[in-house]
């Protein structure tokens, strides 16, 4: 990365994705209709899922290892407590696709 930052080298995608960058290559014209399907996606979580997410997680990087999994525990029970995860849990486990009702 120094080297980009000294000489303005830019990052090619597949180097962007094996560097964890990026996650994902789309052709060329692609991109909206990814960030749309990916965006989909996410809306279809439960809204604290996608809390925790975006304001856990950066917490938890920054934390020590006791702390972060402590967070991490907190964080995933009251997120578990949600009255609609157990069927989500269930159809992660079993692989099945959950419908929202």
């Known amino acids: 990365m120094m080297d980009m930052m ?22 060329a014209g692609a991109a909206l209709d ?7 996606i996410a809306a279809s979580n439960l809204p604290m899922t996608n809390h925790a997410i975006i304001h856990a ?5 920054e934390q020590g290892p006791d702390e972060g999994l402590y967070t991490e525990a907190l964080i995933a029970s009251v997120v578990q407590s949600a009255p609609e995860t157990a069927a989500r849990m269930d159809a992660f486990l079993h692989r099945k696709k959950h419908v929202p009702q």
């Open 34 to 40: 990814k960030a749309v399907e990916l965006a989909a």
């Open 6 to 27: 000294l000489t303005g080298r830019p990052l090619a995608a597949q180097e962007s994705v094996s560097r964890g960058v990026a996650q994902y290559i789309v052709p």
């Open 57 to 61: 997680l950066p917490r938890i990087v």
